[in-house]
């Protein structure tokens, strides 16, 4: 398939013939993306697109169970609090199974606690966020997501590289998780201490740690939630401060995307670095090789 070399360079997925190669392949990459086209190519039959696209999530997941991407991947398409418009497959992909293979992930003690709140469990769910404030990492995946999708692209269709980028970055960002469930969650608790300190904690954890760029700015909006139900003004406009001087950094650094479109090795450095270190890393570190693009 071919590639124009813009930034808006896109795989031409929107054929039969695309969704027949990719379940053809019966990967849980390929399947994961055949399920999104499905929904696509069906969008005035949204009952047969879904019906279709579970079909083949839930193949994906057969193959892969205890795959902590393929788990990842899927779950984000689940919602603690509107259960009632999830998918049958849904009830297979356990969050507390996404913390057991990822304690470590600040992420996964969130979810957790989200759908703890949807069974009345409040209780649970402050220990769970107290648990993601505390741990060591928060990433929603969205670098191994792109990774994943890139390399199926590739194998199924040989796609270019960039191409590939380009179309996985956004599907992986079309599927991220509701942040909604946190700002609601925060919003609704302003009146109870535990749950304010939770809150902030958890915020800032996002705020320093979280791998992409949107996940840090709704611990900024975390934060700000709970100041201003305080009428904390101090606190309010140092959180307002530190957004500002991160989006100043992120747009000094984002020109390295240039390279991206440039140099087909930088791509390949970027796919891996992402993979392995998140939006946020990943961009500091292309930035200071900046002049060896």
Known sequence: MG???????????????????????????????????????????????RLEADFYRDKALKLAPNDEWVLSYLNNECSPSNPEEDSPFCNQISAMRLVDLSP??????????????SDDDAEAALASYQRAAAAPTFSIGWGPHVFRLTTALQETFQTEEFCAVVTSAGMAAAKLPSYQEFTNTCRARTEDAAWRDACINLGQKMETQATTLISRMIGFSLQRIVYEAIEDDDGVAAVAARKEDLQAMVQQQSSVYECLREHADWVHRWLISVRDFGEMESLRRLSEGRSHC
């Open 104 to 117: 470590e992930n600040g992420f996964r003690w969130a979810n957790l606690a989200h759908y703890q709140l």
């Open 3 to 49: 590639c124009s070399g813009e930034p808006d360079c896109n795989v031409d997925l929107d054929t039969p013939e695309s969704l027949a190669a990719l379940v053809a392949a019966n990967t849980p990459e390929a399947l994961i993306i055949a399920s999104g086209l499905a929904e696509f190519q069906q969008v005035e039959n949204p009952d047969t697109s």
